[in-house]
Nanobody, 126 residues
């Protein structure tokens, strides 16, 4: 099992940027594909972005393509989400999640991830 802690959330104006980080402990995060999900009040949790174990492949949700970039630093056991051109509709709690050992590739479904962080709040004002 891996423990995940997100950081970097906050309040930003529309058009601004934030960078979220997901730090892991318990085992090397390099052994897992990682995804970012978000959940706004009253809405279902939504896939945002995912990255393979080596970082060689990334996948993005349609609503964030071209604005968000996911990356990882396996030496530091972290995965980051750079968010640019933020919009009020990006307001949500953002969670990182890790796929189980042996699982290949990025998945967009929540059920494919076994370890979750508590989340960090992002609020974008208009």
């Amino acid at each position: 099992q891996v423990q995940l802690v997100e950081s970097g959330g906050g309040l930003v104006q529309a058009g601004g940027s934030l960078k979220l980080s997901c730090a892991a402990s318990g085992r090397p995060l390099s052994r897992s594909a990682v995804g970012w999900f978000r959940q706004a009040p009253g809405k279902e949790r939504e896939f945002v972005a995912g990255i393979t174990r080596t970082g060689g492949n990334t996948v993005y949700g349609d609503s964030v393509k071209g604005r968000f970039t996911i990356s990882r630093d396996n030496a530091k056991n972290t995965v980051s989400l750079q968010m640019n051109s933020l919009k009020p509709e990006d307001t949500a709690a953002y969670h990182c999640a890790a796929r189980p050992l042996g699982a290949l590739g990025v998945a967009t479904e929540q059920r494919a991830y076994t370890d979750w962080g508590q989340g960090t709040q992002v609020t974008v004002s208009s």
